[in-house]
């Protein structure tokens, strides 16, 4: 569950805790589409083979109710591409994904760097539609139905972080559906320990943040990037 501070902005990303650049080649790519998927009119094959996709066009992979949330809840296209190139910098650099909702940032990662992308989301309906989704793929995205506060992070070098516990402080325009409620109590306690988690994390850790993650850096991170030609910031990070 992630969100945008302002209702014409994209907004969460449906979270896996509190509920819960530029494209490479598909020979680079881990995420190779398999043969279903690389016919011509594929979004999955045609990204992979770094074609430039519109967002509607990439969605198109979901259903239609989902494709109707996607310019407030699921992560941009040209920003996804962007934050995962950030963090899979290095070959099967492992990434996760911390509220990854239908699996956009995860798909898009995988079909273009040679990144192990990682995902956690709270709504098992979710869940289950990603995996879905990323099947085509040679080595799809994991998918895993848990909180991203109770999920270990140090295994992993890269963290992406799209504002994931704003559904908690949102109206109905900004929330998926009723299963979250208001709760800024709620709110305060993910971000104190998502705070802690980043600041347990080893030196060189990067982090991409998208509209934040509700809190401050932790000082023992360096802001390394900010890119604000997206609908919101934008930020990369690295630890100390």
Not at 56 to 69: C, G, K, S, V
Not at 160 to 168: Q, V
Request: proline share 6%.
């Amino acid at each position: 569950m992630r969100g945008a501070d302002e209702p014409e902005s994209r907004g969460p990303d449906a979270s896996g805790a509190a509920a819960s650049g530029s494209a490479a080649s598909g020979s680079a790519a881990s995420g190779s589409a398999a043969s279903g998927a690389d016919e011509p009119e594929s979004p999955l094959a045609r990204l992979r083979q770094g074609h430039a996709l519109r967002d509607e066009q990439f969605d198109a992979i979901y259903p239609a109710h989902i494709q109707n949330l996607s310019e407030r809840f699921w992560t941009p296209l040209a920003v996804a591409k962007d934050a995962a190139a950030f963090l899979a910098s290095s070959p099967g650099a492992r990434v996760l994904d911390a509220g990854s909702g239908v699996g956009k940032f995860c798909i898009v990662g995988s079909c273009t760097t040679s990144g192990a992308f990682t995902g956690l989301e709270q709504r098992a309906d979710l869940v289950e539609l990603a995996r879905t989704t990323a099947q085509p793929l040679n080595k799809p995205p994991t998918f895993h139905h848990a909180n991203l506060i109770d999920h270990d992070w140090s295994a992993y070098q890269s963290i992406y972080l799209y504002n994931p516990f704003f559904e908690l402080t949102s109206g109905p325009w900004c929330q998926i559906d009723a299963s979250i409620g208001y709760n800024k109590s709620a709110q305060a306690s993910y971000i104190r320990t998502v705070t802690h988690k980043l600041q347990a994390l080893q030196s060189g850790t990067r982090i991409a943040t998208y509209f934040g993650f509700g809190g401050t850096m932790p000082t023992s991170y360096s802001l390394t990037k900010s890119i604000a030609n997206h609908p919101g910031p934008l930020e990369f990070w690295i630890k100390d």
